[in-house]
């Protein structure tokens, strides 16, 4: 710096005809000047950095507190659902006789029982009960008592007419070789009852009878809301070049609490070697509701990882390395449109904006001397701003039976306000790939 | 008490040694940090900045050189950011001033009979871009080829920027001398 300087003032002295006396004047005048500062201002730095390391406290609580929420809502709802496909279902299946009845309910495991009854009143009726002689007649409060029984034979369609105008059409089926199990089966669009139209169909073997009946509180709902449990990541990006988006003049990050260090040493001091961004991480928990047949909406709340190193020289025998973490929590709102939704499989496409903001950056500053660590610094940092971005989607879904599924979906993200963010990897490109998989379960 | 005990009490989070800290460097920091600022308020956000920054990185000092100039760069440094976040110096008055790089008649030696005070109240008229190439250069005795990357302006610039805020100095001390 001394030779610098000194280069500096021939450049000075050749501009004009003086000696640089002012110079020396008013450096030995003002660089020892001193001054008292208000006498409050360590009470205010005292508070700050108080705030400082509380802020940092409650942000990580705040992440930990909200996963644990998360967790706890996911095991209210779960073990309801499973108390539920575990009792038979009362208001679905009415004994009228003892005896053999009583034989053919414990012959079918009562979660099949329950879920007989919601595909029921999903999509048909598929009820396996032993064999013999079978009568089918409805038992609309109108029809009960004069319909007389219908005699079912193996792999014959009847047809089923109530006063009440709906028309269930029923097939028998059966295997005479074995013997042992009659399917009874109903077509979906037919047996869903009418509004407020209650179906009850009596099934009798001579000895005693069972009555399947669908309640009219039942119709229609066809699992509105659905629990997601997904995560999510994209590409990972290594940039090597000297000028990164960093020490861009266009850039920010001298102003920004995390960013400007590295801005900063990077901009007067350190080169850039290489900046090599982690892929993101998303962890999400997603409440939709169907709207519609084929629409959803939803939201949840998504967590999100981003990582990455920058590596910067000053001298030929150091270098340092920066490793940046910032961490996110976000409420997504979008659609999910069904495109296709078949028993076991279906495809969808979603549409939605999430609402990030930076709960907490960890960054950690590595100092390499001969290739040897000479020191690590460490500290935690707020994250200014909000940021937004769209997500679009295709994706594909596997039904397991049940009300459990597994999906996966590919799309493009495209992020928005990054300038009011810390430099991360979403500085260095608006739109990236995402791909999503997760698990959701019907929730009614 | 030992600086080095004194930095390793700080380190491991004793306010008090924290607070002695302060009070050893405040009056110095605070003096730097006018001569930076536009006006006494900027100067004492400027000394509250660097300080939580020097709080917060002091691990990151390796007890090798004076902690003083550690502590000084750090308050330069802070000073400068806060300068840019809030454009004082690419907007101020001054940064592409047409003022002639010649000297004029004006002769160093009147303004050596100025005190401290004045010439510390006349440093603070000075229009931001000047002041701050002119301690950068003058008194902090940083190179232009460093000040040009600091504030991301040419060698050149930071030059004839220096020529400029030396001329405007003279003149205004002659002023006064008048």
Partial sequence: MASEKISGNKAMNGSHKHNDDIKDFVKSSLSQFEAEPPADLWDKIELR?????????YRISAIAASVLLLFSLGFLFVPRYFA????????????????????????????????EDDRFVEEGLSLVVTPG???????????????????????????????????????????????????????????????????????????????????????KIISKWSMAVGYGTTSSIELAQKA????????????????????????????????????????????SRRWGGKWNVETGLVYTQLGYMVKTRE??????????????????????????DRKRYGIFASQSLIFEKGMAGRTSIQTYTNNVISSTENDYLGIRGVQISSLSGLGAEIKFGGNLSVYGQTGVQIFFLNRTQP?????????????????????? | MDEKQLLKDCLNGNVHAQKRLYEMYSRKMFGVCLRYAADPGMAEDFLQEGFIKVFSRLHSFKFQGSFEGWVRRIMINTSLEMLRKHDVLRYSQGIDSSMPLQDDATDD???????????????????????????????EDYSHKEIGAMLKISEGTSKSQYARARLWLQKRLAEIKL
């Fill in chain 1, 49 to 57: 950095m108080r705030r400082r390391r509380r802020v940092v406290f």
């Fill in chain 1, 423 to 444: 430099y991360n990897i979403r500085s260095a490109r608006m739109a990236w790939p995402s791909f999503q998989a997760g698990l959701r379960i019907q929730l009614d």
């Fill in chain 1, 244 to 287: 990164t988006e960093m020490s861009s003049p266009a850039g920010n990050y001298t102003f920004d609490a995390f960013s400007s260090e590295l801005a900063n040493e990077t901009l007067y001091f350190e080169e850039v070697e290489a900046t090599t961004h982690q892929s993101p991480v998303t962890f999400g928990v997603m409440l």
């Fill in chain 2, 109 to 139: 030696n009147e303004a050596m009979e100025i005190d401290s005070e004045t010439l510390f109240s006349v440093f603070q008229e000075m229009p931001p871009g000047f002041r701050t190439v002119f301690n950068l250069y003058a008194i």
């Fill in chain 1, 84 to 115: 539920d496909l575990n009792q038979p279902s009362v208001g679905a299946l009415q004994k009228t006789d003892s005896g053999h009845v009583q034989k053919i309910l414990s012959n079918l495991p009562s979660a099949n029982l329950k879920k």
């Fill in chain 1, 315 to 340: 001298f030929s025998n150091s270098y340092r390395e920066y490793h940046n973490e910032l961490y996110y929590l976000g409420i997504p709102i979008g659609v999910r449109l069904s495109i296709l």
């Fill in chain 1, 133 to 219: 002689q079978h009568h089918l007649r409805p038992l609309t409060p109108e029809t009960n008592k004069h319909s007389e029984p219908i005699e079912s034979k193996k792999n014959e369609s009847f047809l089923l007419s109530g006063e009440n105008q709906e028309i269930q059409h029923i097939q028998l089926s059966g295997n005479d070789a074995t013997n042992d199990s009659i399917e009874l089966m109903a077509d979906k669009t037919e047996v869903i009852p009418e509004k407020n139209q209650a179906i009850q169909l009596l099934i009798t073997d001579g000895k005693g009878s069972l009555i399947l009946d669908s309640p009219a509180d039942k119709k």
